[in-house]
């Protein structure tokens, strides 16, 4: 009987071990749970740390811009090849995470499609390279927050033109539209546009070897290093609000690559203080 006893005993034991390990499982993962709620509550709408912006903290037009050209400019810098695969994370289909979202066209295309051929995506300089002649050396034409997935072809036909109201749909335009000197991206994006050249123009203060970017209002600025056009971008930036896609995308080049921000899908109301 003793000999029976003390297994079951033991088996008792390790049952009961078994239980409270079962409770205490649940119990550990419930506090990191309650830690991350409690830090979404206490930071409302940021996804990251407010104090980034301590140093524009009550400053207004170019004080504004020159505050946050500095906190800006703190960065790691991608190498061109690098963008591949951070393209593939920051703008990866949010219901299919074999694939990235084209940004003007929409379209959801496999990963594995980058490259150069008809039918593959590949780098889109929103702020266009020729306007400043920056390139593809390691700096602005690196930039992961101008840079986007795009249908080669579309890519093409968006070249280097400024961004406009009008024009005609082509092959993949997604409701983008273009005509001979200007490009209208689809509605979605068109903030996400605006908040980009903005960024490039407060990134870019000739003050690194590279030019001095900055918005304008025409649509023929071929080489010179602006981009318009500015009036037409602050009324997109204001019809299309950062959205959670353009928001996590931000968080994304922040936390793993470049550990810079834009300031103008953080802080909306800061286009129109500085322009
Ligand atoms: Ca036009
Ligand atoms: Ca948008
Ligand atoms: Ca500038």
Redesign the pocket.
């Known amino acids: 009987m003793l000999a029976i006893r003390i297994p079951r005993r033991k088996a008792v034991a390790l049952a009961t071990a078994a239980v409270l390990a079962g409770l205490a499982a649940p119990a550990a993962t419930a506090t990191p749970a309650t830690a991350t709620a409690t830090k979404t509550v206490t930071t409302t709408t940021a996804s990251y740390d407010p104090a980034y912006y301590d140093a524009a903290a009550g400053k207004t037009g170019t004080a504004l811009k020159s505050a946050l050209h500095t906190i800006i400019s703190d960065q790691t810098k991608l190498s061109y090849s690098a963008v591949w695969e951070a393209l593939k994370v920051t703008d990866q289909d949010p219901n299919n995470s074999n694939n990235v979202i084209l940004l003007y066209s929409g379209i959801s295309r496999s990963k594995s499609l980058n490259g150069g051929d008809v039918g593959d995506w590949n780098r889109e300089h929103v702020w266009a390279k020729s306007h400043g002649d920056f390139g593809t050396s390691t700096g602005p034409g690196t930039d992961l927050h101008h840079l986007r997935p795009e249908d080669v072809q579309v890519n093409s036909i968006r070249g280097n033109k400024d961004f406009d109201n009008g024009g005609g749909s082509f092959t993949n335009s997604g409701g983008s539209l273009t005509d001979s000197n200007s490009f209208e991206p689809r509605d ?2 068109k ?2 546009v605006a908040r980009m050249i903005l960024y490039m123009a407060v990134r870019y203060e000739g003050t690194d070897g590279w030019p001095d970017l900055e918005p304008n209002d025409s649509v023929t600025n071929g080489t010179n290093p602006y981009h318009g056009r500015l009036s037409v971008l602050k009324q997109w930036h204001q019809e ?1 609000p950062p ?1 959670t896609f ?1 928001r996590n995308r931000n968080d994304v080049i922040h936390d793993s690559y470049q550990h810079n921000r834009n300031p103008f899908i953080d802080h909306p109301e800061w286009v129109e203080s500085i322009w």
Request: aromatic share 0%; net charge negative; proline share 0%.
């Open positions: 979605a994006v903030g996400d299309d959205s353009e």
